[in-house]
Protein backbone atom coordinates (compact mmCIF):
# COMPACT_ATOMS: atom_id res chain seq x y z
CA UNK A 1 0.00 0.00 0.00
CA UNK A 2 1.47 3.73 -0.65
CA UNK A 3 1.66 6.00 1.32
CA UNK A 4 -0.98 8.21 -0.48
CA UNK A 5 -3.03 5.32 -0.08
CA UNK A 6 -2.86 5.06 3.73
CA UNK A 7 -2.76 9.25 4.66
CA UNK A 8 -6.35 8.97 2.68
CA UNK A 9 -7.09 6.04 5.06
CA UNK A 10 -6.37 7.85 8.12
CA UNK A 11 -7.92 10.49 7.04
CA UNK A 12 -11.59 9.09 6.76
CA UNK A 13 -10.79 7.02 10.06
CA UNK A 14 -9.89 10.47 11.44
CA UNK A 15 -13.14 12.17 9.97
CA UNK A 16 -14.98 8.82 11.20
CA UNK A 17 -14.09 8.98 14.28
CA UNK A 18 -14.38 12.52 15.03
CA UNK A 19 -18.30 12.12 13.56
CA UNK A 20 -18.47 9.38 16.30
CA UNK A 21 -17.20 11.65 18.74
CA UNK A 22 -19.76 14.24 17.72
CA UNK A 23 -22.82 11.37 17.25
CA UNK A 24 -21.96 10.70 21.19
CA UNK A 25 -21.84 13.73 22.84
CA UNK A 26 -25.11 14.50 20.90
CA UNK A 27 -26.98 11.40 21.90
CA UNK A 28 -25.36 11.81 25.88
CA UNK A 29 -28.20 13.98 26.39
CA UNK A 30 -31.60 11.84 26.49
CA UNK A 31 -33.66 14.66 25.93
CA UNK A 32 -32.09 15.67 22.24
CA UNK A 33 -32.02 11.86 21.44
CA UNK A 34 -35.95 11.78 22.01
CA UNK A 35 -36.33 14.90 20.23
CA UNK A 36 -34.70 13.66 17.12
CA UNK A 37 -36.39 10.01 17.49
CA UNK A 38 -39.17 12.35 17.46
CA UNK A 39 -39.14 14.31 14.56
CA UNK A 40 -37.44 11.73 12.40
CA UNK A 41 -40.82 9.51 13.32
CA UNK A 42 -42.91 11.87 12.19
CA UNK A 43 -41.17 12.43 8.94
CA UNK A 44 -40.95 9.05 8.18
CA UNK A 45 -44.80 8.06 9.13
CA UNK A 46 -46.50 11.02 7.40
CA UNK A 47 -44.24 12.56 5.16
CA UNK A 48 -41.75 9.33 3.54
CA UNK A 49 -44.32 6.41 3.96
CA UNK A 50 -47.39 7.84 2.61
CA UNK A 51 -45.02 9.49 -0.63
CA UNK A 52 -43.98 5.83 -0.93
CA UNK A 53 -47.71 4.04 -0.45
CA UNK A 54 -48.43 6.53 -3.40
CA UNK A 55 -45.50 5.33 -5.67
CA UNK A 56 -46.37 1.86 -4.46
CA UNK A 57 -50.18 1.72 -5.72
CA UNK A 58 -49.27 3.67 -9.48
CA UNK A 59 -46.36 1.06 -9.82
CA UNK A 60 -48.31 -2.25 -9.22
CA UNK A 61 -51.41 -3.49 -11.62
CA UNK A 62 -53.19 -7.20 -10.61
CA UNK A 63 -50.62 -6.87 -7.80
CA UNK A 64 -48.08 -7.02 -10.56
CA UNK A 65 -45.08 -4.29 -10.98
CA UNK A 66 -46.62 -2.68 -13.69
CA UNK A 67 -46.27 0.84 -15.86
CA UNK A 68 -50.03 0.38 -16.74
CA UNK A 69 -51.26 3.56 -14.99
CA UNK A 70 -48.60 5.47 -16.36
CA UNK A 71 -49.44 4.10 -20.01
CA UNK A 72 -53.12 5.11 -19.42
CA UNK A 73 -52.09 8.35 -18.62
CA UNK A 74 -50.36 8.87 -21.74
CA UNK A 75 -52.90 6.82 -23.66
CA UNK A 76 -56.15 8.65 -22.94
CA UNK A 77 -55.83 11.94 -24.55
CA UNK A 78 -57.81 13.72 -21.71
CA UNK A 79 -55.00 13.01 -19.39
CA UNK A 80 -52.90 14.45 -21.21
CA UNK A 81 -55.00 17.78 -21.75
CA UNK A 82 -55.53 17.92 -17.75
CA UNK A 83 -51.69 17.55 -17.75
CA UNK A 84 -51.10 20.50 -20.12
CA UNK A 85 -54.11 22.60 -18.61
CA UNK A 86 -51.92 22.66 -15.08
CA UNK A 87 -48.59 23.70 -16.84
CA UNK A 88 -49.91 26.13 -19.16
CA UNK A 89 -52.24 27.18 -16.38
CA UNK A 90 -49.18 27.44 -13.76
CA UNK A 91 -46.81 29.53 -16.73
CA UNK A 92 -49.52 32.13 -17.25
CA UNK A 93 -50.29 33.02 -13.40
CA UNK A 94 -46.47 32.77 -12.62
CA UNK A 95 -45.80 35.45 -15.67
CA UNK A 96 -48.82 37.68 -14.83
CA UNK A 97 -48.61 37.60 -11.07
CA UNK A 98 -44.69 38.09 -11.12
CA UNK A 99 -45.21 41.07 -13.11
CA UNK A 100 -47.72 42.52 -10.84
CA UNK A 101 -46.54 41.57 -8.00
CA UNK A 102 -42.46 43.57 -9.15
CA UNK A 103 -44.66 46.40 -10.24
CA UNK A 104 -46.79 46.23 -6.67
CA UNK A 105 -43.24 45.58 -4.48
CA UNK A 106 -41.41 48.50 -6.87
CA UNK A 107 -44.08 51.17 -5.93
CA UNK A 108 -43.66 50.10 -2.16
CA UNK A 109 -40.18 50.49 -2.06
CA UNK A 110 -38.59 53.13 -4.90
CA UNK A 111 -41.87 55.20 -5.41
CA UNK A 112 -43.21 58.40 -3.55
CA UNK A 113 -46.87 57.63 -3.78
CA UNK A 114 -49.43 57.59 -1.54
CA UNK A 115 -51.83 54.25 -0.83
CA UNK A 116 -48.86 52.19 0.36
CA UNK A 117 -50.07 50.73 3.20
CA UNK A 118 -53.35 49.79 1.38
CA UNK A 119 -50.78 48.14 -1.11
CA UNK A 120 -49.13 46.21 2.15
CA UNK A 121 -52.52 44.98 3.40
CA UNK A 122 -53.73 43.40 0.19
CA UNK A 123 -49.99 40.89 0.66
CA UNK A 124 -51.83 40.02 3.81
CA UNK A 125 -55.38 39.01 2.84
CA UNK A 126 -55.04 35.73 1.06
CA UNK A 127 -53.47 34.83 4.29
CA UNK A 128 -56.30 34.98 6.58
CA UNK A 129 -59.08 34.04 3.95
CA UNK A 130 -59.83 30.79 2.24
CA UNK A 131 -57.69 29.74 -0.56
CA UNK A 132 -60.88 30.25 -3.03
CA UNK A 133 -62.53 33.13 -1.24
CA UNK A 134 -61.56 35.42 -4.34
CA UNK A 135 -63.10 32.49 -7.12
CA UNK A 136 -66.09 33.29 -4.71
CA UNK A 137 -66.13 36.78 -5.34
CA UNK A 138 -65.19 36.63 -8.93
CA UNK A 139 -68.25 34.41 -9.33
CA UNK A 140 -70.83 36.43 -7.61
CA UNK A 141 -69.85 39.88 -9.65
CA UNK A 142 -68.62 38.20 -13.50
CA UNK A 143 -70.47 34.82 -12.92
CA UNK A 144 -73.81 33.99 -14.78
CA UNK A 145 -76.05 36.01 -12.09
CA UNK A 146 -73.16 38.24 -11.64
CA UNK A 147 -73.34 41.47 -9.90
CA UNK A 148 -71.35 43.26 -13.04
CA UNK A 149 -72.23 40.87 -16.02
CA UNK A 150 -76.09 40.28 -14.87
CA UNK A 151 -77.28 43.20 -12.58
CA UNK A 152 -75.27 45.90 -14.66
CA UNK A 153 -74.51 45.00 -17.66
CA UNK A 154 -77.20 42.50 -18.17
CA UNK A 155 -75.56 39.74 -20.21
CA UNK A 156 -74.97 36.50 -19.57
CA UNK A 157 -71.41 35.18 -19.46
CA UNK A 158 -69.64 31.88 -18.49
CA UNK A 159 -66.27 33.14 -16.37
CA UNK A 160 -66.13 29.46 -15.45
CA UNK A 161 -62.93 28.13 -17.48
CA UNK A 162 -59.04 28.87 -18.11
CA UNK A 163 -59.41 32.54 -17.91
CA UNK A 164 -61.52 33.07 -15.09
CA UNK A 165 -59.04 30.36 -13.26
CA UNK A 166 -56.30 32.46 -14.57
CA UNK A 167 -57.87 35.93 -13.01
CA UNK A 168 -58.47 34.11 -9.33
CA UNK A 169 -55.43 32.33 -9.04
CA UNK A 170 -53.30 35.16 -10.49
CA UNK A 171 -54.96 37.49 -7.36
CA UNK A 172 -55.07 35.02 -4.94
CA UNK A 173 -50.90 34.50 -5.37
CA UNK A 174 -49.14 37.54 -6.78
CA UNK A 175 -49.13 38.87 -3.29
CA UNK A 176 -46.33 36.33 -1.81
CA UNK A 177 -44.30 37.73 -4.97
CA UNK A 178 -45.01 41.17 -3.67
CA UNK A 179 -43.68 39.93 -0.07
CA UNK A 180 -40.81 38.33 -1.57
CA UNK A 181 -39.44 40.89 -3.91
CA UNK A 182 -40.03 43.98 -1.12
CA UNK A 183 -37.73 42.65 1.12
CA UNK A 184 -35.31 41.98 -1.63
CA UNK A 185 -36.13 45.65 -2.97
CA UNK A 186 -35.19 47.11 0.51
CA UNK A 187 -32.17 45.36 0.49
CA UNK A 188 -30.53 46.96 -2.21
CA UNK A 189 -28.40 49.71 -1.50
CA UNK A 190 -29.07 53.08 -2.65
CA UNK A 191 -25.60 54.36 -3.00
CA UNK A 192 -25.03 51.76 -6.08
CA UNK A 193 -28.27 53.62 -8.11
CA UNK A 194 -27.05 56.94 -7.20
CA UNK A 195 -23.75 56.05 -8.50
CA UNK A 196 -25.05 55.73 -11.61
CA UNK A 197 -27.52 58.92 -11.63
CA UNK A 198 -24.00 60.82 -10.74
CA UNK A 199 -22.94 59.47 -13.94
CA UNK A 200 -25.06 60.74 -15.68
CA UNK A 201 -27.56 58.29 -16.40
CA UNK A 202 -31.74 58.63 -15.94
CA UNK A 203 -34.21 57.19 -13.90
CA UNK A 204 -35.32 54.57 -16.57
CA UNK A 205 -31.82 53.73 -17.41
CA UNK A 206 -30.71 53.07 -13.58
CA UNK A 207 -33.59 50.99 -13.60
CA UNK A 208 -32.88 48.96 -16.43
CA UNK A 209 -29.18 48.62 -16.13
CA UNK A 210 -28.60 48.59 -12.51
CA UNK A 211 -32.05 47.73 -10.12
CA UNK A 212 -33.44 45.29 -13.18
CA UNK A 213 -30.02 43.23 -13.06
CA UNK A 214 -29.94 43.07 -9.66
CA UNK A 215 -33.14 41.60 -9.23
CA UNK A 216 -33.10 39.45 -12.30
CA UNK A 217 -32.68 36.00 -9.73
CA UNK A 218 -35.38 37.31 -6.70
CA UNK A 219 -37.75 37.67 -9.87
CA UNK A 220 -37.13 33.98 -11.59
CA UNK A 221 -37.37 32.63 -7.75
CA UNK A 222 -40.73 34.45 -6.89
CA UNK A 223 -42.32 33.42 -10.36
CA UNK A 224 -41.24 29.92 -9.42
CA UNK A 225 -42.97 30.03 -6.58
CA UNK A 226 -46.35 31.25 -8.06
CA UNK A 227 -46.12 28.23 -10.35
CA UNK A 228 -45.64 25.95 -7.44
CA UNK A 229 -48.61 27.73 -5.95
CA UNK A 230 -50.67 27.28 -8.81
CA UNK A 231 -49.87 23.95 -9.56
CA UNK A 232 -50.78 22.59 -6.46
CA UNK A 233 -54.04 24.80 -6.27
CA UNK A 234 -56.90 22.95 -5.24
CA UNK A 235 -59.32 25.17 -3.90
CA UNK A 236 -59.57 27.74 -7.03
CA UNK A 237 -59.19 25.10 -9.07
CA UNK A 238 -62.58 23.15 -8.32
CA UNK A 239 -64.73 26.36 -7.30
CA UNK A 240 -64.56 28.44 -10.76
CA UNK A 241 -62.45 25.41 -13.02
CA UNK A 242 -65.92 24.16 -14.60
CA UNK A 243 -64.34 22.18 -17.79
CA UNK A 244 -60.87 23.67 -17.36
CA UNK A 245 -59.65 20.31 -15.27
CA UNK A 246 -56.16 20.68 -13.54
CA UNK A 247 -53.91 18.05 -12.04
CA UNK A 248 -55.24 19.09 -8.37
CA UNK A 249 -58.46 18.68 -9.05
CA UNK A 250 -58.59 15.49 -11.33
CA UNK A 251 -56.74 13.65 -8.52
CA UNK A 252 -59.45 14.18 -6.11
CA UNK A 253 -62.42 13.22 -9.02
CA UNK A 254 -60.63 10.02 -9.77
CA UNK A 255 -59.61 8.77 -6.30
CA UNK A 256 -62.53 9.95 -4.34
CA UNK A 257 -65.57 10.20 -7.18
CA UNK A 258 -64.51 7.55 -9.22
CA UNK A 259 -62.52 5.60 -7.12
CA UNK A 260 -59.52 4.78 -9.02
CA UNK A 261 -56.94 4.88 -6.36
CA UNK A 262 -54.41 3.69 -8.60
CA UNK A 263 -55.21 6.29 -11.65
CA UNK A 264 -55.15 8.74 -9.12
CA UNK A 265 -51.62 7.79 -7.69
CA UNK A 266 -50.16 7.91 -10.87
CA UNK A 267 -51.04 11.03 -11.82
CA UNK A 268 -50.45 11.89 -8.24
CA UNK A 269 -46.80 11.05 -8.89
CA UNK A 270 -46.40 13.03 -12.30
CA UNK A 271 -48.02 16.41 -10.37
CA UNK A 272 -45.64 15.63 -7.67
CA UNK A 273 -42.41 15.37 -10.03
CA UNK A 274 -43.11 18.70 -11.44
CA UNK A 275 -43.66 20.43 -8.20
CA UNK A 276 -40.21 19.15 -7.32
CA UNK A 277 -38.70 19.56 -10.52
CA UNK A 278 -39.79 23.22 -9.63
CA UNK A 279 -38.82 23.33 -5.89
CA UNK A 280 -35.50 21.50 -6.92
CA UNK A 281 -34.48 24.59 -9.66
CA UNK A 282 -35.61 27.29 -7.25
CA UNK A 283 -33.62 25.59 -4.09
CA UNK A 284 -30.56 24.61 -6.05
CA UNK A 285 -30.36 26.85 -8.72
CA UNK A 286 -31.77 30.26 -7.75
CA UNK A 287 -31.65 30.11 -4.18
CA UNK A 288 -28.26 30.01 -3.96
CA UNK A 289 -27.63 33.31 -5.81
CA UNK A 290 -27.27 36.85 -4.03
CA UNK A 291 -30.20 38.82 -4.30
CA UNK A 292 -28.11 42.13 -2.85
CA UNK A 293 -25.54 44.16 -3.74
CA UNK A 294 -22.01 43.63 -2.49
CA UNK A 295 -22.45 46.44 0.08
CA UNK A 296 -25.06 44.05 2.17
CA UNK A 297 -27.70 45.82 4.01
CA UNK A 298 -28.81 49.50 2.89
CA UNK A 299 -26.50 51.52 4.71
CA UNK A 300 -28.85 54.95 3.97
CA UNK A 301 -32.23 55.59 3.39
CA UNK A 302 -33.36 55.58 -0.63
CA UNK A 303 -34.16 58.96 -2.04
CA UNK A 304 -37.93 58.11 -3.34
CA UNK A 305 -38.73 58.83 -6.85
CA UNK A 306 -41.11 61.71 -7.41
CA UNK A 307 -41.14 62.00 -11.25
CA UNK A 308 -44.94 61.92 -12.29
CA UNK A 309 -43.98 60.00 -15.53
CA UNK A 310 -43.01 57.08 -13.45
CA UNK A 311 -45.23 57.13 -10.50
CA UNK A 312 -48.55 58.16 -12.03
CA UNK A 313 -48.75 55.07 -14.63
CA UNK A 314 -47.63 52.69 -11.60
CA UNK A 315 -49.89 54.11 -8.94
CA UNK A 316 -52.59 54.08 -11.53
CA UNK A 317 -51.61 50.19 -12.08
CA UNK A 318 -51.83 49.69 -8.45
CA UNK A 319 -54.94 50.85 -7.45
CA UNK A 320 -56.54 49.42 -10.39
CA UNK A 321 -55.60 46.07 -8.99
CA UNK A 322 -56.52 47.57 -5.90
CA UNK A 323 -59.96 48.09 -5.93
CA UNK A 324 -60.84 45.15 -8.30
CA UNK A 325 -59.00 42.90 -5.10
CA UNK A 326 -60.91 45.42 -2.37
CA UNK A 327 -64.01 44.76 -4.56
CA UNK A 328 -64.02 40.77 -3.86
CA UNK A 329 -63.28 41.16 -0.73
CA UNK A 330 -66.11 42.86 0.31
CA UNK A 331 -68.68 41.00 -1.62
CA UNK A 332 -67.83 38.39 1.26
CA UNK A 333 -69.58 40.54 3.88
CA UNK A 334 -72.33 41.89 1.75
CA UNK A 335 -72.88 38.47 0.03
CA UNK A 336 -73.29 36.81 3.77
CA UNK A 337 -76.37 39.16 4.10
CA UNK A 338 -77.95 38.86 0.73
CA UNK A 339 -81.27 36.81 0.70
CA UNK A 340 -80.68 34.84 -2.86
CA UNK A 341 -77.83 36.17 -5.20
CA UNK A 342 -78.75 37.34 -9.04
CA UNK A 343 -82.45 37.60 -8.22
CA UNK A 344 -83.27 39.08 -4.74
CA UNK A 345 -80.63 41.33 -3.12
CA UNK A 346 -82.71 42.54 -0.19
CA UNK A 347 -80.94 41.95 3.53
CA UNK A 348 -81.71 38.96 5.40
CA UNK A 349 -79.95 37.27 8.87
CA UNK A 350 -81.26 33.75 6.67
CA UNK A 351 -77.59 32.95 6.04
CA UNK A 352 -75.73 33.93 9.16
CA UNK A 353 -78.33 31.75 11.67
CA UNK A 354 -77.82 29.15 9.16
CA UNK A 355 -74.29 29.21 9.99
CA UNK A 356 -74.02 29.37 13.76
CA UNK A 357 -76.95 26.70 13.77
CA UNK A 358 -76.22 23.83 11.11
CA UNK A 359 -72.67 24.76 10.59
CA UNK A 360 -71.62 25.89 14.21
CA UNK A 361 -70.37 21.94 14.22
CA UNK A 362 -67.97 22.72 11.31
CA UNK A 363 -66.65 26.41 13.37
CA UNK A 364 -66.17 24.04 16.47
CA UNK A 365 -64.37 21.56 14.89
CA UNK A 366 -62.17 23.46 12.90
CA UNK A 367 -61.45 25.78 15.51
CA UNK A 368 -60.48 22.96 17.97
CA UNK A 369 -58.08 21.14 14.99
CA UNK A 370 -56.05 24.28 14.25
CA UNK A 371 -55.82 25.25 18.04
CA UNK A 372 -54.48 21.63 18.51
CA UNK A 373 -52.38 21.78 15.56
CA UNK A 374 -51.21 25.03 16.01
CA UNK A 375 -48.36 24.31 19.05
CA UNK A 376 -47.38 20.69 17.77
CA UNK A 377 -46.76 22.22 13.74
CA UNK A 378 -44.26 24.91 15.99
CA UNK A 379 -42.54 22.83 18.30
CA UNK A 380 -41.81 20.03 15.67
CA UNK A 381 -40.54 23.08 13.07
CA UNK A 382 -38.69 24.88 15.60
CA UNK A 383 -37.02 21.31 17.38
CA UNK A 384 -36.33 20.42 13.87
CA UNK A 385 -34.44 23.53 13.05
CA UNK A 386 -32.50 23.39 16.24
CA UNK A 387 -31.05 19.51 15.45
CA UNK A 388 -30.39 20.27 12.34
CA UNK A 389 -28.25 23.68 12.71
CA UNK A 390 -26.90 23.11 15.69
CA UNK A 391 -26.42 18.99 15.83
CA UNK A 392 -24.93 15.69 14.11
CA UNK A 393 -26.39 12.89 14.27
CA UNK A 394 -27.25 10.03 11.34
CA UNK A 395 -29.63 11.22 8.91
CA UNK A 396 -29.76 14.57 9.31
CA UNK A 397 -29.40 15.22 5.62
CA UNK A 398 -32.16 13.18 4.86
CA UNK A 399 -34.69 14.32 7.78
CA UNK A 400 -33.70 18.24 6.62
CA UNK A 401 -34.25 17.10 2.93
CA UNK A 402 -37.84 15.61 3.52
CA UNK A 403 -38.77 18.38 5.83
CA UNK A 404 -38.29 21.18 3.17
CA UNK A 405 -39.35 18.86 -0.16
CA UNK A 406 -42.55 18.91 2.32
CA UNK A 407 -43.16 22.59 1.58
CA UNK A 408 -43.56 21.55 -2.03
CA UNK A 409 -45.67 18.63 -1.72
CA UNK A 410 -49.35 19.08 -3.09
CA UNK A 411 -52.09 18.71 -0.74
CA UNK A 412 -54.06 16.32 -3.17
CA UNK A 413 -50.94 14.16 -3.38
CA UNK A 414 -50.50 14.12 0.66
CA UNK A 415 -54.19 13.93 1.13
CA UNK A 416 -54.35 10.84 -1.29
CA UNK A 417 -51.35 9.32 0.32
CA UNK A 418 -52.86 9.57 3.81
CA UNK A 419 -56.08 7.64 3.05
CA UNK A 420 -53.89 5.14 1.06
CA UNK A 421 -51.45 4.55 4.19
CA UNK A 422 -53.79 4.79 7.22
CA UNK A 423 -57.29 3.70 6.00
CA UNK A 424 -56.11 -0.54 6.51
CA UNK A 425 -54.15 -1.83 9.26
CA UNK A 426 -51.88 -2.12 11.01
CA UNK A 427 -52.65 1.50 11.80
CA UNK A 428 -56.03 2.33 11.05
CA UNK A 429 -56.15 6.69 11.25
CA UNK A 430 -58.98 7.88 8.81
CA UNK A 431 -62.10 8.98 10.03
CA UNK A 432 -60.98 10.49 13.05
CA UNK A 433 -59.63 13.68 14.49
CA UNK A 434 -56.30 12.30 14.59
CA UNK A 435 -55.27 12.77 11.17
CA UNK A 436 -56.80 15.75 10.85
CA UNK A 437 -54.15 17.26 13.20
CA UNK A 438 -51.86 15.24 11.33
CA UNK A 439 -52.68 16.72 8.38
CA UNK A 440 -52.56 20.07 9.58
CA UNK A 441 -49.16 19.99 11.18
CA UNK A 442 -47.48 18.04 8.24
CA UNK A 443 -48.64 21.04 5.67
CA UNK A 444 -47.59 23.88 8.96
CA UNK A 445 -44.00 22.69 10.02
CA UNK A 446 -42.05 23.17 7.23
CA UNK A 447 -42.44 26.53 6.67
CA UNK A 448 -41.93 27.31 10.47
CA UNK A 449 -38.60 24.95 10.09
CA UNK A 450 -37.38 26.68 7.47
CA UNK A 451 -37.70 30.05 8.57
CA UNK A 452 -36.23 28.92 12.27
CA UNK A 453 -33.58 27.61 10.05
CA UNK A 454 -32.52 31.01 8.52
CA UNK A 455 -32.56 32.45 12.11
CA UNK A 456 -30.56 30.33 13.65
CA UNK A 457 -27.46 30.36 10.73
CA UNK A 458 -27.41 34.23 11.86
CA UNK A 459 -26.81 33.59 15.28
CA UNK A 460 -23.33 32.66 16.52
CA UNK A 461 -23.58 28.87 18.25
CA UNK A 462 -20.90 30.19 20.57
CA UNK A 463 -24.14 31.45 22.73
CA UNK A 464 -25.71 28.29 23.00
CA UNK A 465 -22.57 26.62 23.78
CA UNK A 466 -21.43 28.98 26.21
CA UNK A 467 -24.56 28.15 28.36
CA UNK A 468 -23.65 24.32 27.42
CA UNK A 469 -20.30 24.65 29.11
CA UNK A 470 -22.29 26.13 32.55
CA UNK A 471 -23.85 22.92 32.41
CA UNK A 472 -27.43 23.51 30.77
CA UNK A 473 -28.83 20.64 28.78
CA UNK A 474 -29.84 20.95 25.45
CA UNK A 475 -33.85 21.48 26.62
CA UNK A 476 -32.46 24.19 28.66
CA UNK A 477 -30.50 26.08 25.97
CA UNK A 478 -33.04 25.17 23.64
CA UNK A 479 -36.18 27.19 25.64
CA UNK A 480 -33.49 29.57 27.45
CA UNK A 481 -31.25 30.71 25.20
CA UNK A 482 -32.60 29.75 21.67
CA UNK A 483 -36.06 30.22 21.25
CA UNK A 484 -35.57 33.82 23.18
CA UNK A 485 -33.16 34.56 20.49
CA UNK A 486 -35.84 33.91 17.51
CA UNK A 487 -39.06 34.68 19.34
CA UNK A 488 -40.00 36.73 16.21
CA UNK A 489 -39.82 33.15 14.37
CA UNK A 490 -41.46 31.61 17.07
CA UNK A 491 -44.70 34.01 17.20
CA UNK A 492 -44.41 34.35 13.40
CA UNK A 493 -44.73 30.17 13.22
CA UNK A 494 -47.77 30.36 16.11
CA UNK A 495 -49.67 33.14 13.66
CA UNK A 496 -48.81 31.04 10.60
CA UNK A 497 -49.96 27.47 11.72
CA UNK A 498 -53.15 28.71 12.64
CA UNK A 499 -54.06 30.58 9.83
CA UNK A 500 -53.04 27.85 7.68
CA UNK A 501 -54.96 25.31 9.88
CA UNK A 502 -58.28 27.12 9.28
CA UNK A 503 -57.74 27.73 5.85
CA UNK A 504 -56.33 24.35 4.26
CA UNK A 505 -59.01 22.66 2.35
CA UNK A 506 -56.68 21.01 -0.44
CA UNK A 507 -55.20 17.87 2.07
CA UNK A 508 -57.83 17.70 4.54
CA UNK A 509 -60.77 17.38 1.68
CA UNK A 510 -59.80 13.88 1.78
CA UNK A 511 -59.91 13.29 5.41
CA UNK A 512 -62.81 14.84 6.54
CA UNK A 513 -65.92 12.62 8.05
CA UNK A 514 -69.21 12.74 9.72
CA UNK A 515 -67.58 12.92 13.15
CA UNK A 516 -64.74 15.73 11.82
CA UNK A 517 -65.82 18.52 9.25
CA UNK A 518 -64.16 21.83 8.61
CA UNK A 519 -64.88 25.33 7.82
CA UNK A 520 -63.42 25.29 4.44
CA UNK A 521 -65.13 22.16 3.02
CA UNK A 522 -68.51 23.60 4.38
CA UNK A 523 -67.63 26.37 2.01
CA UNK A 524 -66.84 24.24 -0.86
CA UNK A 525 -70.14 22.24 -0.16
CA UNK A 526 -72.33 25.30 -0.17
CA UNK A 527 -70.76 26.95 -3.70
CA UNK A 528 -71.07 23.42 -5.18
CA UNK A 529 -74.78 23.12 -4.10
CA UNK A 530 -75.61 27.13 -5.38
CA UNK A 531 -76.01 28.54 -1.62
CA UNK A 532 -73.36 31.51 -2.15
CA UNK A 533 -75.04 33.09 0.87
CA UNK A 534 -74.41 30.22 3.04
CA UNK A 535 -70.53 29.96 1.58
CA UNK A 536 -70.25 33.94 2.21
CA UNK A 537 -70.90 33.76 5.68
CA UNK A 538 -69.28 30.98 6.73
CA UNK A 539 -66.11 32.70 4.56
CA UNK A 540 -66.78 35.74 7.25
CA UNK A 541 -67.29 33.97 10.20
CA UNK A 542 -64.02 32.38 9.15
CA UNK A 543 -62.12 35.21 8.43
CA UNK A 544 -63.34 36.86 11.57
CA UNK A 545 -62.25 33.85 13.33
CA UNK A 546 -58.84 34.38 12.24
CA UNK A 547 -58.79 38.41 12.23
CA UNK A 548 -59.58 38.18 15.97
CA UNK A 549 -56.88 35.43 16.74
CA UNK A 550 -54.28 37.89 15.05
CA UNK A 551 -55.17 40.68 16.55
CA UNK A 552 -55.11 39.62 19.95
CA UNK A 553 -51.81 38.24 19.38
CA UNK A 554 -50.66 41.52 17.74
CA UNK A 555 -51.46 43.53 21.06
CA UNK A 556 -49.84 40.69 22.72
CA UNK A 557 -46.76 40.90 20.73
CA UNK A 558 -46.70 44.70 20.79
CA UNK A 559 -46.39 44.67 24.69
CA UNK A 560 -43.66 42.60 24.47
CA UNK A 561 -42.35 44.75 21.64
CA UNK A 562 -42.01 41.81 19.25
CA UNK A 563 -42.44 42.44 15.00
CA UNK A 564 -44.48 39.73 13.93
CA UNK A 565 -43.36 40.45 10.36
CA UNK A 566 -39.63 39.84 11.33
CA UNK A 567 -40.17 36.53 11.58
CA UNK A 568 -40.48 35.67 7.81
Avoid at 178 to 186: D, S
Avoid at 389 to 402: A, H, I, M, Q, Y
Avoid at 475 to 483: E, L
Avoid at 523 to 543: E, K, P, R, S
Amino acid sequence: MSIQETGVQSLKRNKFSEYFQQMRFTFRDPILLVSVLSVLIVVVMFILIPLFTILKESLFHQGKLSLYHYNEIIRLPYNLDVIWNTIKLGLSVSAVGTFIAFIFAYAITYLKIPSKRLFKILSVLPMISPPFVISLAAILLFGRSGLVTRTLLGIRTDIYGFWGLMLTQTLSFFPIGVLMLTNLLQNIDPSVEEASQALGASQWKVFTTVTLPLMIPGIANAALLIFIQSLADFGNAIVIGGNYTTMAVQIYQQGIGSYDMAGATALAVLLLLISMLGFILQHQVIGKKSYVTVTGKAAKDRVLIRNKKATIPVYTFCMAISILVMAMYALVPYGAFVRLWGVDYSLTWRWMKYVFTIGMPYIVDSTILSALSTPIAVILGLVSAFIIVRKTFPGKRLLESSILMAIALPGTVMGLGYVLTYNTPPLILTGGSVILVVALVIRSMPVGTRSAIAALKQIDPSIEEAATVCGASSNKVFTSVTIPLIKPVFFSSLAYAFIRGMTLVSTIIFLVSAKWQMLTVAIMNQVDQGLYGAANAYCLVLIGIVGLVMGAMSLILKKMSIDLGAGY
